[in-house]
């Protein structure tokens, strides 16, 4: 039993010191940028009007988007979210930005009755950065859950869903 603990800790090790040397980890695009760190804003995705705030770190942007869906019940939804700086154009850090996301992606009426729809995603941004300000506009597919009524029977199949997304946020 000691010697397989013994192999485990130097496994780890080894894992650990691979880690710092790892040629396929991502190359930290952002890290000299003039940026806030943290912002805060509003936008709006498909029929989800949110607000949202953006952690900008050296591999990229991390966001969380909270709100509620423009229908008849108001339906509340969330989504989070990371971008990776793909292709940089500017002098600022603007560009296109390959991402993923997860979260409430539409929200459907089945039965009289309003449901949000989980669902992951990735999209294509392209974000306007500088040091005061993050503005992203951003083409998304994702699949949504299956809509199953009450007594579990499949009302709606896993279907793509596609989203147009524009968010401005403001450095705190």
Not at 12 to 37: F, I, R
Not at 41 to 68: C, R, S
Request: some cysteine; glycine content about 12%; overall charge neutral.
């Amino acid at each position: 039993m000691r010697k397989l603990y013994l192999l485990l800790a130097v496994l780890t090790c080894n894992g650990l010191v691979h880690a710092d040397e790892n040629p396929y980890m991502p190359e930290p695009k952002l890290k000299d940028a003039n940026v806030s760190t943290w912002n805060i804003g509003a936008g709006f995705t498909k029929k989800l009007l949110h607000a949202n705030l953006e952690w900008v770190n050296p591999y990229g942007i991390a966001y969380a988007k909270a709100g509620a869906f423009l229908n008849d019940d108001n339906e509340p939804g969330a989504q989070v979210g990371f971008r990776y700086p793909y292709y940089l154009t500017g002098t600022d850090k603007n560009g296109y930005y390959v991402g993923v996301y997860a979260g409430h992606l539409d929200s459907k009426n089945f039965g009289g009755k309003q449901k949000g729809n989980l669902g992951v995603g990735a999209d294509l941004s392209y974000v306007w950065l500088n040091s005061e300000r993050i503005s992203t506009f951003s083409v998304g597919a994702g699949i949504r859950e299956k809509i199953e009524d009450g007594s579990g029977n499949t009302v709606k199949k896993s279907e793509p869903v596609f989203q147009f997304s524009y968010t401005l946020s403001f450095g705190l």
